[in-house]
Each structure stands twice: as structure tokens, then as C-alpha cells.
């Protein structure tokens, strides 16, 4: 893989080169033909929606990997499924298509799951209005995998698919990641590697009526802090002997934490708390257990939370404050703190990816679109390609507009996802034309 300043000094140059004033022919057939074809993407769309995928579901997200094969394979993919059993998944999509070798490796991402499990009673697709509709999953990420379909097979009507080098990556646990993570992304990052932009196909983001760019996402990681301290009679406490007990010396550390931490684009929050004179959470760490009495000193006390950082450098050197906050109890208590191994890492907002919108920028000028603005990192949650932006530059968000996501009533703007195609599909035959 090439370093990521020779990307970003190719990328750099491309968003300088002189750009085409209008469409080209080719790029004017893959317009007609996203077009064309918005009734055939919708019914695809419907398909996806009504098959549940929920990540528990393994057998859901197997059905709907083979729907995305069939779809795939006759574009000329060579498509692999990847079990995740090991992990407790279903597995992911692997799909390449081979070029002429010359242009830009693209790496497609998007995702299988939804957060709806089969016990959900939001189920199916519903049509709300011409350019509405209702379902689990119908934006996040069953709108996104439409467009992926729409765009190739634009390119490959107006002929430009043959030449481009594809690989799309569609995961099966990214609502619900399998465990170890390390595992879990293991294709995805050597997709990412052997890449040099990624495309995510994640929803597109709206802001004020306006289409927004997304360069960056910042990272998931969990926290939990434990504390133990001496126990008695509560007539004790604040004294020599008998300390402060657990619940003030947490309650110490969450507000040093609330008043010493903040600093741009960094979230942290508190998820969970127990704490008595006995405390525990379960294996998941998402329910807990304690017991007390008034008249006690507590000598346990836990709490879970997250944090979301932009670049590893503002991860180590929040980390490092929180350990040093931790680090300093006050009398009759000991607290440490650690971190969660699953983690979804930072996607920077590097010079690399802001060409890029560039590039996206000139294909919406082309279209006759306004050009679309960067999106605040905060206003977007984690996501896969920000497994794979250490090694290649990328874009977010050129999936489906939509609301309500992971709640039932999620509702895709419909009329998003021919234009979102037709972007996606002029962006990768200019990026597949350019040497890498």
C-alpha cells in the first residue's frame, strides 16, 4: 500500500486538474440509466427490506447476502461469503470485480444487518408517499446497498465498469460487531489496504435541506471505572478510619471527568452506574446488581460508559487524563479504570479525504447540483470505514438520505437514491480513469 502522503499528493492533484465543464456521453448513459431504472432499485430496496437481518439473525443476513450476490455476480464480481461464526455472526460479503489494472482501487463498504431483530414488530416495508417509505433498515443500510447496485450497474451500461477495479465489502455485524473485533474487520481491513479510496455507503447526511459531505467519523470505545473502599457503619463516614466510601469516591471521578475532560469534538458518557455494599454487573456489562442499606458504607461502586474521539492522538491524551484523574482517590478508596477492546477507531478529517469531496464536489457541479458542504464530525456516529482510514483516504455517506434510523419508523427519502447514484457512479468511473 502507498504511503498515505504519496495518496494524499495524488489526490491533491487530481482535485487541481482541470475538470470536465458538463458530462460526458458515457456519464450522460449512466444518468438515463439510473433514471431508467428507479422502479427496478425500489423493488430492490422492498426486497431487502422485507427479509429481516437483524445481526442475531444469522440466517436473516445469510438470505440477504444472497440477494446482494445475485446482484453482483452478473455485474462480473467475483463474490465470496466470509462466515463470522468464530465471532458469533452471520459473515460478510466479498465481492471483486477486476479492471484493467491502471485506474484507482476502489473499496465499496455498506453493511447486511439492521438493529431490528425478528422480535421487533417494525418488520416491513411500507410506502408513505411517492418519495417515502417506511422499514427496518430501509435507509441504514438496505438504501445504501441500492445505490451501490444502481451505480454499478449505470457504469456497466454506459460501459465504464469494465476498466474500473472494485472490491465492495458488505459486513453482517455493524449494528452489532462480533467479538474479537480484530477478527470481526480482519476483510475489511485487508480490503482497506489493498485500497486506495473507500467509499462508504452509509446514509447521506442532510443538514438545513442540504446535501452534506462527510470526511470524517469519530471513534466508539467503552470505559469502566471500578471502586472499592472500606465498609462499616455509616456513623463513620469522612473519617479516619472509616474513609469516604466507594459511591463518593466514584462520584469524584465522574465529576472530575464531566469538568476536566471536554475539549473539541470529544463526547463521553456514563451508561451505567451500581454501587453498594455489594455491586456487579453482568457478562454483558449492560445490567447490574447491588445491595445496601442506608446505615453502610459502600464498599463497591462501578460505572460503564463511552467515548468518542476524531484522531488517535485526542483518544491517548484523553485516556491518559482519565487515568490520571483515576489515579488520585480520596482516603479509604482504591479506583481503577480500563478500557474496552471493541472499539471502532477514529476516520480523521485528513487533507486526503477533503480532495476527495472535492472530486464529489466537481461531479455535483457537472450535474447541476449544489456543492455539499462538510459535515461537523459530531453530527455522525462510528462506522466500518473508519476500520480502514489509516490506510487509504474516503468518503461517508453516499447511501440513502433517511430519518429515524434504528427506531421503528425509519423512513428513506426514495428520491435520494437516484442522485445518489448517479453520483457514486460518475465519481468511480473519473476516479477508475485516473493512474494511481
Known amino acids: 500500500m502507498r504511503p ?3 495518496a494524499f499528493a495524488a489526490l491533491a492533484a487530481l482535485a487541481a486538474a482541470p475538470l470536465e465543464a458538463k458530462l460526458s456521453p458515457a456519464e450522460e448513459k449512466m444518468v438515463g440509466t439510473v433514471e431508467a431504472e428507479r422502479e427496478r432499485t425500489e423493488a430492490l430496496l422492498e426486497k431487502l427490506v422485507e427479509q429481516n437481518s437483524g445481526s442475531r439473525n444469522l440466517a436473516g443476513v445469510e438470505a440477504v447476502g444472497r440477494m446482494m450476490r445475485a446482484e453482483l455476480e452478473p455485474l462480473g464480481f467475483s463474490v465470496k461469503w466470509v462466515p463470522m461464526g468464530e465471532v458469533g455472526r ?5 465481492a471483486t470485480h477486476k479492471g484493467d489494472g491502471r485506474g484507482r482501487r ?11 431483530e425478528p422480535d421487533s414488530p417494525f418488520q416491513h416495508f411500507t410506502r408513505k408517499a411517492a418519495d417515502k417509505a417506511e422499514g427496518p433498515g430501509a435507509g441504514d443500510d438496505k438504501g445504501g446497498m441500492a445505490v451501490i447496485v444502481a451505480a454499478l450497474r449505470a457504469m456497466q451500461a454506459a460501459g465504464t465498469l469494465g476498466r474500473a477495479d472494485v472490491t465492495v465489502v458488505l459486513t453482517g455485524d455493524e449494528e452489532d460487531a462480533g467479538d474479537p473485533i480484530a477478527v470481526a474487520r480482519r476483510d475489511l481491513i485487508d480490503a482497506g489496504k489493498a485500497a486506495d479510496v473507500a467509499l462508504d455507503f452509509e446514509g447521506l447526511a442532510r443538514q438545513d435541506g442540504k446535501d452534506m459531505g462527510s470526511i470524517a467519523r469519530r471513534s466508539a470505545g467503552s470505559w469502566e471505572v471500578r471502586v472499592t473502599a472500606r465498609t462499616g457503619h455509616s456513623s463513620g463516614i469522612f473519617s479516619r478510619g472509616s474513609g469516604n466510601g466507594a459511591i463518593y469516591e466514584l462520584a469524584r471521578i465522574l465529576e472530575a ?9 470529544l463526547t463521553f458518557n456514563v451508561g451505567l452506574i451500581v454501587g453498594g455494599a455489594t455491586a456487579s454487573l453482568d457478562e454483558a456489562g449492560i445490567r ?15 460505572a460503564r460508559g463511552d467515548i468518542r474521539t476524531l484522531s488517535r492522538e485526542q ?6 487524563r482519565m487515568r490520571e484523574i483515576v ?6 478508596a482504591k479506583a481503577e479504570i480500563s478500557f474496552g477492546d471493541h472499539i471502532y477507531p477514529p476516520m480523521a478529517p ?9 472530486r464529489l464536489n466537481a461531479v455535483n457541479r457537472d450535474l447541476g447540483l449544489e456543492a455539499m458542504g462538510e459535515l461537523d464530525p459530531l453530527k455522525r456516529g462510528a462506522g466500518d470505514i473508519s476500520f480502514v482510514a489509516e490506510f487509504t483516504d474516503g468518503l461517508v455517506g453516499l447511501g440513502a438520505a433517511s430519518e429515524g434510523d434504528h427506531a421503528p419508523g425509519e423512513t428513506v427519502d426514495l428520491a435520494s437514491i437516484p442522485r445518489q447514484a448517479k453520483r457514486a457512479a460518475i465519481l468511480m468511473t473519473r476516479l477508475s480513469r485516473e493512474k494511481r
Not at 452471520?90 to 466479498?94: K, L, R, S
Not at 476502489?106 to 431490528?116: E, K, N, P, Q, Y
Not at 483518544?315 to 491518559?320: K, P, W
Open 4 to 6: 498515505a502522503s504519496i
Open 90 to 94: 452471520a459473515g460478510h460479503i466479498v
Open 106 to 116: 476502489m473499496l465499496l463498504i455498506g453493511h447486511l444487518d439492521t438493529v431490528f
Open 257 to 265: 471527568f464531566r469538568v476536566g475532560l471536554p475539549e473539541p469534538n
Open 288 to 302: 447490574g446488581q447491588a445491595t445496601g442499606k442506608t446505615n453502610i458504607i459502600p464498599a463497591l461502586a462501578v
Open 315 to 320: 483518544d491517548e491524551r484523553v485516556r491518559a
Open 327 to 332: 489515579s488520585k482517590p480520596l482516603p479509604g
Open 350 to 358: 485528513t487533507a486526503g479525504n477533503r480532495a476527495l469531496l472535492d
